[in-house]
């Protein structure tokens, strides 16, 4: 049996110091990129280049790369830059009726202005992996720049909403960047090596975007502070037990024998 105790370490509404990431800004952005031109390996480029046909089976987002720019006469603002890295995943029909499923690469940048506030100092942190008296060389920096805000982006589960092939030498679509411009740790999720200005057709997508960007800054806060309590209940082992005594206490799942009902249609 676990007895509580019930003597607070501090009292009531008493106000502590908390450190916390504050939002100054956000926006919800609802995107539609259209005509992405799709990256291919070598083994892929030679799939399309024999296409007939080519449909989206799904697109995700795999890594932003986010870079902030103070606005020129705006105190307090920034822009963000977010370039998104989508992987998209195509079915492709060859001959004979046959479809083979490739990866490519897909990039997209967005711009957007908000509000950071500003903090002209300097933010040291001590590190915990590196708790010694004469730290490494690398460990030793010399950087005076203001603290920039953090930039935290929410997307949901993009939506390929077209998909297009279209022979190369057609000009057609967008691109934000070359082959020779991927990063190297994208390089290395896909099979095979990008290529450029080679093979007869061409990959675009349209895809759809939801996303919630934040910009936020770490504050200090003082609020009243609750009571502090240890955890109730014991973490009981269950590896000695018996199967039929835990198997016996288990609820019967009465709900995953009954259809799930139709939903009901609005009335016109």
Do not use: W
């Not at 609802?30 to 024999?50: F, G, N």
């Not at 960047?177 to 390089?187: F, K, N, T, V």
């Amino acid at each position: 049996m676990v007895e509580r105790n019930n003597s607070p370490c501090c009292k009531p509404n008493d106000p502590v110091c908390i450190s916390v990431n504050r939002i100054f800004d956000s926006a919800r952005d609802k995107d539609c990129l259209e005509d992405l031109r799709v990256h291919l390996c070598d083994c892929a480029q030679e799939i399309v280049d024999h296409a007939t046909a080519v449909r989206c089976r799904g697109v995700d987002v795999i890594c932003t790369r986010i870079t902030l720019e103070e606005v020129p006469f705006n105190r307090g603002f920034f822009q963000v830059t977010i370039r998104y890295f989508f992987c998209v995943k195509l079915e492709v029909c060859v001959s004979s009726g046959r479809s083979m499923e490739v990866e490519g690469l897909a990039a997209c940048d967005k711009r957007i202005i908000l509000f950071g506030s500003e903090k002209d100092v300097s933010v040291f942190e001590s590190d915990p992996m590196n708790n010694e008296f004469c730290p490494k060389p690398e460990c030793l920096k010399c950087d005076t720049r203001p603290e920039l805000p953090l930039v935290v982006v929410e997307v949901a589960k993009p939506i390929c909403l077209d998909t297009k092939l279209v022979e190369r030498c057609r000009p057609f679509g967008h691109c934000c960047m070359g082959a020779d411009s991927i990063p190297d740790g994208l390089r290395e999720r896909f099979n095979g090596n990008f290529v450029d200005g080679i093979g007869t057709n061409n990959v675009y997508v349209t895809i759809g975007l939801f996303s919630v960007i934040r910009m936020e800054r770490q504050v200090q806060l003082m609020l009243p502070a609750a009571q502090l309590v240890l955890p109730e209940r014991d973490s009981t082992p269950c590896g000695t037990a018996d199967p039929c005594s835990v198997f016996g206490k288990m609820s019967f799942p009465t709900d995953q024998f009954i259809p799930f009902p139709e939903p009901q249609r609005p009335m016109e």
